[in-house]
Structure formats: C-alpha cells, structure tokens
C-alpha cells in the first residue's frame, strides 16, 4: 500500500468532506455533509448548540471519527490513522475554547515545541520562528511568563500562535472566544481578522457575528446535523431562507 499523492492540481479545495455522517450513540450528529473549501476561504459555521458545528470542525482533523463518507485536506483524503494521518494533521492548526497549553512551560518553549518535536526544525530556528509569531500575535514581550500568568486572551493568542508555528495549510477555530471574558474578545478576533487577510484558509465555529460579517467569506447555518444555509455573510444577515436561521438570528442579534 502506497500512501496517497497529494494533488497538485491548484483547483483541489484546500477542504473537501462528501456524503460525511456521524452517530453519537442514536443522535445523528453529522448527517450527509456535503462541503468544500477552496484555498484562502474563510467560513464561518453557526447554528444553534447541539446543531453539530464543533463536530464538523473536529472531523476535519479526525479529532472526531466518522461513520461514512470522505474527508479531505488540499487532495489528499484523511487516512484512519497512523502515521500518515499525524503527517496530515500537522497541516491542520487547531484552537479551541480551552487554551490547552501546557502550564510548566513557559509561552516561547509552548510554541516551539511542535515544531521541533514533530517536524524536526532545528531549535535555534524554531525559537526565532516562535519569536515572530508571538511578534505577529501581539505578546513578544511575554514570551519568558507561564500560561498562569497571562490572561484568558493572550493565552488564546498563544495558541494561534503555537498553531501557526506548524506553518498549517489550514487553520479550524472551534469558539475560540467563547470561554474569554468579553473585553478579552476584541484581542483575539483581531488577530483572526489579520490571519483572514494573510489568506489563511480558515474555519471557524462562533457565536461572534461581528466577526463573521467582517472576517468571513461564508457562513454555513447548521440545524440538526445539516448544513441548512450555505451563503455570503450578506446574505445570511439580512435575507435568512429558512424560518430556523430567521429564529436563530432573531435571538442572537437582539442581544
């Protein structure tokens, strides 16, 4: 068995999950999930809790298994697992709600880790790497402090930046601010409004419409394991198809 070829055709979607399911015991958490994103796209996934969001943006890594279908990252389809799936994850950046760093090391040592650990990169080098991305994240002048003695947005900023010290292809945000306190917010989201802007292929679970109007290329509305609306952040504001995402902004706007 030979491992598989990454394409090299530039139209392959950096992104590409077909005909995807997925059962948490009897609930259908995913069902038929159809959905490609092209090179430099951000899409922004909304819904309604419990409508399946984090489970897509966690299979596109295979944090989460699948039942059937196919997913696949810039032509190259996501092996079960081994080796080559770890090889494949390493071009997917992840940050979550919870910061997950590790706290008896310090912020630059959290952000070279990977790096050397799993791609080999020369300490030196990736200490500098690591340098410019706390540079590029706003928080340089913090990278000798312990994740304890930072606040809630500069520890997530950390972890965009210990993402994007694997040079990822693409990066997955599952409410990357939904555990921060609100003036914490604006310091993260500013940051993914950069990486948007850099070209970034990008998707993000949020609650922060805001941002989605501003950073986002696309929003996808989910609803009980579908993908119920697929359009332009425009749209999606001011003209909602279904009677669900007319229902699901009504509450979340009025806010």
């Known amino acids: 068995m030979t491992d598989a070829v990454p394409s090299l055709t530039e139209d392959a979607p950096m992104i590409s999950m077909r005909t995807v399911d997925k059962h948490f015991g009897a609930l259908h958490v995913l069902q038929d999930i159809n959905l490609e994103v092209p090179k430099g796209q951000v899409v922004i996934v909304v819904g309604p809790s419990g409508s399946g969001k984090s489970t897509l ?13 196919t997913i696949a990252i810039d032509g190259v389809q996501l092996p079960a697992e081994g080796r080559a799936l770890a090889r494949l994850r390493a071009d997917v950046g992840m940050v979550f709600q919870s910061f997950n760093l590790f706290a008896h090391k310090t ?84 940051v993914m409004v950069q990486l948007a802007k850099d070209g970034m292929t990008m998707v993000v679970v949020t609650h922060e419409m805001g941002f989605a109007r501003k950073a986002g290329n696309r929003v996808l509305f989910m609803d009980e394991g579908r993908i119920a609306e697929d359009t332009d952040p425009d749209t999606f504001f001011t003209a909602p198809k279904s009677e669900r995402a007319k229902d699901f902004l009504g509450k979340i706007l009025s806010h």
């Open 107 to 190: 912020i630059l040592e959290n952000v070279m880790l990977a790096p050397v650990k799993v791609r080999g990169i020369d300490k030196t080098k990736a200490r500098a790497r690591a340098m410019e991305l706390l540079e590029r994240v706003g928080i340089a002048n913090q990278a000798d402090k312990y994740p304890a003695q930072l606040s809630g947005g500069q520890q997530q900023r950390v972890a965009i930046a210990r993402a994007l010290a694997m040079s990822p292809k693409v990066m997955l945000f599952d409410e990357p601010t939904s555990a921060l306190d609100p003036e914490m917010v604006s310091e993260v989201l500013e």
């Open 57 to 69: 943006c966690r299979t596109i890594n295979r944090l989460e298994t699948i039942d059937s279908g």
